[in-house]
């Protein structure tokens, strides 16, 4: 499984590669192995870091341990500004699942507010969106405006999942097959669901990022801070580019 493509070398791509070679189990092995005791582990997850003993078929990228299944291929999303992580991608037969995770208050939730916040923007952009209950609760299934590879307007399905944990918000945004197609979603559905949350103890506003990283094995692959992760080839299409969470600069997709 081709983990990142750097342009620096070689031996960093092989670098990275690592953590996802030595985890590249079915997804569905995940909980078994960075589980607690079946009485104290939840159904399902996504998962709080207190919530497993180790990290199991996962990729540690920070605030997030990712689970890794054979084909996936992620992509870290870099502000071109700041070199800042700021989300990461995975790619599937076709579909992608971008992942972020965010500060949360300590006694509610934000994933009503901000399912709103999504919609309204969408709205206003002239697309649709349809507030419907989900694998995750409620999800929204989003037509956004587009343009098409022939410069003709078209359309783009997406669907934004969101979980609640303590004192941090997942959100997921399914593209691509993923997005119209159920049995398509169903593997990154899968990994959505055994995401790991690391939310450190520093007091964070509501909605603040929380920090991504490269995995250790890409961060000393002697790649310069010059060079940037490229995008697999023929990845899924960008998620758009508003976003009610994102503080600062866009979010913009390394190819």
Do not use: H, Y
């Amino acid at each position: 499984m081709g983990l990142f493509r750097r342009n620096a070398s070689k031996k960093a791509t092989d670098d990275a590669r690592e953590p996802a070679a030595a985890a590249a189990q079915d997804v569905e092995a995940a909980e078994a192995a960075g589980g607690t005791d079946e009485a104290e582990r939840p159904e399902r997850g996504p998962f709080d870091s207190t919530q497993v003993t180790g990290m199991g078929p996962r990729v540690d990228l920070g605030a997030v341990w990712l689970p890794v299944l054979p084909g996936l291929e992620l992509r870290m999303e870099v502000d071109k500004k700041t070199q800042k992580v700021t989300g990461v991608s995975a790619t599937l037969n076709g579909s992608g699942l971008q992942v972020q995770a965010f500060a949360a208050p300590r006694t509610e939730g934000i994933w009503d507010e901000v399912r709103a916040e999504i919609g309204a923007s969408i709205t206003r952009q002239g697309g649709t969106v349809d507030d419907v209950p989900g694998t995750f609760g409620r999800e929204l299934i989003a037509r956004i405006p587009a343009t098409g590879p022939d410069g003709k307007p078209a359309v783009r399905p997406a669907r934004f999942v969101g979980v609640d944990g303590p004192r941090w918000f997942l959100r997921g945004v399914l593209s691509g097959r993923a997005a119209v197609d159920p049995e398509a979603a169903k593997q990154l559905e899968s990994v959505f669901a055994n995401v790991v949350v690391v939310r450190d103890g520093n007091p964070r506003p509501p909605r603040d990022l929380l920090t991504l990283t490269l995995p250790k094995s890409a961060r000393q692959g002697g790649a310069s801070g010059e060079d940037t992760p490229a995008g697999p080839e023929g990845a899924a299409p960008q998620t758009p580019s508003f976003d009610p969470l994102t503080r600062g600069p866009e979010i913009t997709e390394i190819r």
